[in-house]
């Protein structure tokens, strides 16, 4: 059963779908000519030097300045795994809503999470979007447990989880296979460098 953050997530998240596909099919054609096999998990390489980091997986670059740090206790109210072929840098996106805003919404309204609740306009409003780079495949692992967890269509589930991540502004952003550098596309809203990730509470 959907709630109004869910419709509030996919309707902030369907610009990115769009992109997915693009991205994926290219990943596709690109890892079919050269004839690469999947394998596991990379740990993502980190290199930082001032206010510039350097992100590298197996197959992929990226090149960002850092903007800021976000660090906060979020309710998250929906989220997508990127699905490409190989694990890239980017684990997926999520949707949430700062623990403030949502103690301050559910002691006016009650449970905004409900379509037909007085709040779920404002609640929907005040949803925001993260495209997650995980530091570690650990996090990238917690990352995709939670994501499962709020797809599970048997019960309402929006975890409380504690972030720590660095905001990046893109500069370099490619697949690199045999010494070429093909564009890895972007998805709408910032990316965030995942740098722990903590789950507080499960409901």
Not at 75 to 89: D, K, R
Not at 163 to 187: C, H, M, T, W, Y
């Amino acid at each position: 059963m959907k709630t109004i953050l869910d419709l509030a997530a996919n309707e902030k998240r369907r610009g990115s779908v769009k992109k997915y596909i693009m991205k994926n099919v290219a990943l596709c054609f690109v890892f079919f000519l050269i004839g690469c096999s999947v394998g596991m998990s990379p740990v993502v390489e980190i290199r930082e030097e001032g206010n510039r980091i350097t992100l590298r997986t197996k197959h992929e670059l990226m090149i960002a300045e850092k903007e800021g740090v976000y660090k906060d206790d979020v309710v998250i109210v929906g989220g997508g795994i990127n699905p490409q072929p190989e694990p890239g840098l980017e684990v997926g996106g999520i949707a949430f809503l700062p623990f403030a805003k949502f103690k301050q919404l559910t002691a006016q309204y009650g449970d905004i999470r409900k379509c037909l609740n007085s709040g779920s306009q404002e609640a929907k409003a005040a949803v925001k979007n993260m495209n997650c780079i995980a530091a570690t495949d650990e996090i990238r692992n917690k990352i995709k447990k939670v994501v499962n967890a709020i797809q599970d269509g048997s019960r309402i589930r929006s975890p409380l989880i504690q972030i720590d991540a660095v905001r990046l502004g893109v500069i370099k952003n490619v697949i690199v296979l045999e010494g070429q550098e093909f564009p890895a596309g972007a998805s709408i809203g910032s990316y965030y460098l995942i740098r722990d990730l903590k789950v507080l509470k499960w409901d």
